[in-house]
């Protein structure tokens, strides 16, 4: 799919420049370590009106985990995402969730919220059953109101019965923990055995264009497929995959801590050099949904995978493009130059050669 997503190969713009073309797959797991006993909490909560608050420790630093939150709790009881408002990041006002770290936030908070969700939905829909006379299997909830299936005219709103709940005493708020699962591991050498709760498969496809003068690379397409399991928020998905696309862009070509008896070189942004919006190509992202993942309606982490493929994908277009093959990450003009004058001078040579 990524391969396909870079379409035809582009024509280089002068002589001296050599196009090439490269794919790379990776996998890596989301949540923490299974021997870290991971845990989160998230509380949800619906008013008299029938909205719903969503109160989660979470920290959302870009990724759109907070809105995540909202999504799935407004899909489990029924009313418009507009209607659901959150509060995080506050130790005071909100439980728990653990750190914005390992990929783990969708899964381990996401399902908190989840089950949070569920426990008042079933609250709900117990006295929505009571005032309607029927069984909770009959209702379903909907656009903020509770339904008998079959019989559309027959419905309650949500304040309603949350207004109902409320005179009875049945609270409307719940807070759920989630537990990762934990193993210990007993042979710490090989560390054999699943060490994460599940893994997100992905694959990058770049193009790239090499000046055989000056070893300068321009990458001229990228491509990201992964396979999300549930795109909760496909917005945040493809934002979260065009943006480790370019973070693993200066990682293969540019960023560089540089230190030398102890001193960092690459102190600031003038020597440690960023992509810039005018070197970043238009990604493309493909998104996959297979259903299997472990977080809220089968999600899996995207976070850090989508960034794995990236440096492979584009080492691997260099070598097509100018036949060396780069060991040592950034790929400088400087190391590519290099790596070009060995191989010449190995071929003339008459043998093989590789630069490390």
């Given amino acids: 799919k990524a391969w396909e997503a870079v379409g035809e190969k582009s024509s280089p713009c002068s002589a001296n420049t050599k196009i090439g073309r490269g794919v790379a797959s990776g996998m890596i797991g989301y949540g923490r370590l299974i021997v870290l006993h991971d845990t989160s909490r998230a509380s949800v909560q619906v008013e008299l009106d029938g909205s719903v608050v969503v109160r989660s420790g979470i920290q959302d630093i870009g990724g759109g985990q907070a809105s995540s939150l909202c999504q799935i709790a407004a899909e489990v009881l029924g009313v418009p995402y507009e209607d659901v408002r959150i509060y995080f990041g506050d130790t005071a006002q909100t439980p728990l969730a653990g750190t914005t770290t390992a990929t783990r936030q969708l899964y381990m908070s996401g399902n908190a919220t989840l089950n949070a969700a569920k426990e008042v939905r079933k609250r709900l829909l117990t006295k929505a059953g009571e005032m309607m006379e029927t069984g909770t299997e009959d209702l379903e909830i909907r656009d903020k109101k509770i339904f008998v299936k079959g019989s559309p005219g027959t419905s309650l709103s949500l304040a309603v019965v949350a207004k109902a709940c409320a005179s009875d005493g049945i609270p409307l708020s719940h807070e759920a923990l989630f537990k990762g699962p934990f193993r ?63 973070y693993g862009m200066g990682y293969a070509l540019s960023e560089e801590v540089m230190v030398e008896n102890g001193y960092t070189l690459s102190p600031s942004l003038s020597e440690y050099l960023l992509p810039t919006s005018l070197d970043v190509p238009d990604v493309k992202t493909i998104i996959l949904e297979s259903g299997t993942g472990l977080g809220p ?39 590519i130059l290099m790596a070009m004058q060995r191989r010449n001078v190995q071929e003339n040579k008459g043998g093989h050669f590789e630069v490390k």
């Fill in 184 to 246: 210990d591991v007993t042979e710490f050498k090989t560390l054999e055995g699943k060490l994460f709760p599940d893994f997100t498969f992905g694959s990058i496809a770049a193009e790239v264009a090499v000046d055989e003068d000056t070893g300068k690379v321009e990458v001229l397409k990228l491509a990201s497929c992964f396979d999300v399991g549930k795109a909760i928020n496909r917005a945040s998905v493809e934002g979260q995959m065009e943006g480790a696309a370019i």
């Fill in 297 to 335: 309606f089968g999600a899996k982490g995207i976070g850090e995978p989508a960034l794995c493929p990236v440096a492979p994908a584009i080492v691997n277009a260099i070598q097509d493009a100018v036949g060396v093959r780069i060991y040592e990450l950034p790929a400088t003009p400087e190391r």
